[in-house]
């Protein structure tokens, strides 16, 4: 596609449910990214993404968030047993550098979870 | 202390005026520069990248780095209704992450 596609736009869930979130990087892209975006947070590193590599998973804030990506293209990111704190705008990024230095994330619109 | 900072505060400016944002950080490492800005309910997109110290120019956009004072601004002249938007710095050193402030919300008024 043209731009980074993720789905759903938004989702609405209740505690202690689970929830999986999905994203599509631009085609030919190597790296991809999970950001999450709190209110007056900033963004805050999830997880990466590169390639065939293990992925860098330092930025996951707890053993309920786990993310895969699978043949090399779309990830899933899934939050088990959600909690009201879970609640933010996740955000996926990819690129096609492979942190060389020059990274340059294109992100998609993001999924807004609200967990009640 | 964070490694980026970036003072969250509001931005409201008549239609023309110089917007001027600012981040500060306090890894020396960090090499590369970024401007994201960010329209509501959208993902941030990328708008400027530095690499040295000094200013870059592009169009009405200034981005401007001060490694000794670990300082970096963004400048926009001619100010857009259009620009009104989320602006958020960002910086990389090469470990596979881009560290972010926490962005400014500039609203600019007709």
């Known amino acids: 596609g043209a731009g980074v596609s993720q789905s759903p736009s938004n989702k609405v869930t209740e505690k202690g449910k689970d929830v999986e979130l999905r994203c599509d990087p631009i085609?030919?892209?190597?790296?991809l990214y999970w950001y999450r975006q709190s209110l007056g947070q900033g963004l805050e590193f999830l997880i990466y993404f590169q390639g065939n590599s293990a992925p860098d998973k330092s930025g996951l804030p707890s053993d309920r968030f786990s993310a895969e990506r699978t043949g090399g293209s779309v990830s899933t990111l899934t939050i088990q047993r959600t909690q009201q704190e879970d609640s933010a705008v996740y955000l996926c990024?990819?690129?096609?550098?492979?942190?060389?230095?020059?990274?340059?994330?294109?992100f998609g619109s993001g999924t807004q979870l609200s967990v009640l | 202390q964070k490694e980026v900072e970036q003072d969250p505060g509001p931005l409201s400016v008549p239609e023309g005026a110089i917007v001027s944002l600012n981040c500060t950080y306090s890894?020396?490492?960090?090499?590369?520069f970024m401007w994201y800005r960010q329209y509501s309910r959208k993902g941030p997109e990328l708008l400027m990248y530095t690499y040295s110290s000094g200013n870059k120019e592009d169009g009405r956009f200034t981005a401007q780095v001060d490694k000794s004072s670990k300082y970096i601004s963004l400048f926009i002249r001619d100010s857009q209704p259009s620009d009104s938007a989320t602006y958020l710095c960002a910086m990389f050193y090469g470990n596979n992450r881009l560290a972010f402030g926490k962005g400014n919300q500039v609203v600019v008024i007709p």
């Open positions: 085609s030919g892209h190597t790296a």
């Open positions: 890894n020396s490492a960090f090499q590369y």
């Open positions: 990024a990819s690129s096609t550098q492979t942190g060389s230095g020059s990274e340059k994330l294109f």
